[in-house]
């Protein structure tokens, strides 16, 4: 969530924000009733944090971020077909540009103390 909050409640010009999925099982849904009592947003937010009738905290990060990272290539692709995606694959594909993995570790033969 506060990747949404830092675009919507006090923007900042030229702000950049990166979002990062380590599991994509621990979304984070909240009833969408809960919407006013948590959040206190005008309504005209809500498609950024909706996600199948639920509020969903892992798709309001996917949404707002301007770039998005896991903890690998390979999850990353994983990430975008129905199986591994729970649910969320069609929006990480709509963001592919934006989507990258990040090998999780150091390359020892890059750096080796």
Partial sequence: MT?????IYQPIENLKTVFTIHNMKYQGL???EMYDDFFCLPREHIGGLEWNGMLNCLKAGIF???KITTVSPTY???????YF????????QERE??????LNGIDSE???P
């Fill in 97 to 102: 540009a934006d989507f990258t993995g990040i």
């Fill in 30 to 32: 909240i009833p969408v």
């Fill in 76 to 82: 990353a692709e994983e990430l975008k077909n129905p």
């Fill in 64 to 66: 707002h971020a301007d």
């Fill in 3 to 7: 990747v949404a909050f830092a675009k």
């Fill in 85 to 92: 995606g729970d649910g969320l694959h069609p929006l990480l």
């Fill in 110 to 112: 890059e750096y080796n």
